[in-house]
């Protein structure tokens, strides 16, 4: 069992950044592949950004070059790097867990977080 508790959302003006967390319980935590997702309003959830166990990185095309993901397993926890935000970027923000290999269908996680709000303004 895995338990994932995501922070760091809030609100920010466009071209801002902000650097959202995702917290693990247990004590395997760098065997699994970490996903981020995306809802934004009226509208359904989406792959964002993963990473494998070995710390390969994989994105959506709508955030490459913005945003940045990497884990830090000694502290079981992560990280969403968002920079050059826009409106459009605005959504709850949730992290997933499988195991080691990312995938880019929500589907294929077995663990989520309660997500955390993100808005852009403009």
């Known amino acids: 069992q895995v338990q994932l508790v995501e922070s760091g959302g809030g609100l920010v003006q466009a071209g801002g950044s902000l650097r959202l967390s995702c917290a693990a319980s247990?004590?395997?935590?760098?065997?699994?592949?970490m996903g981020w997702f995306r809802r934004p309003p009226g509208k359904e959830r989406k792959f964002v950004a993963g990473?494998?166990?070995?710390?390969?990185?994989y994105y959506a095309d709508s955030v490459k070059g913005r945003f940045t993901i990497s884990r830090d397993n000694a502290k079981n926890t992560v990280y969403l790097q968002m920079d050059s935000l826009k409106p459009e970027d605005t959504a709850v923000y949730y992290c997933a867990a499988r195991p080691v290999y990312y995938s880019g269908s929500s589907y294929s996680y077995d663990y989520w977080g309660q997500g955390t709000q993100v808005t852009v303004s403009s």
């Open positions: 990473i494998n166990s070995d710390g390969r990185t």
């Open positions: 247990g004590r395997t935590f760098s065997s699994y592949a």
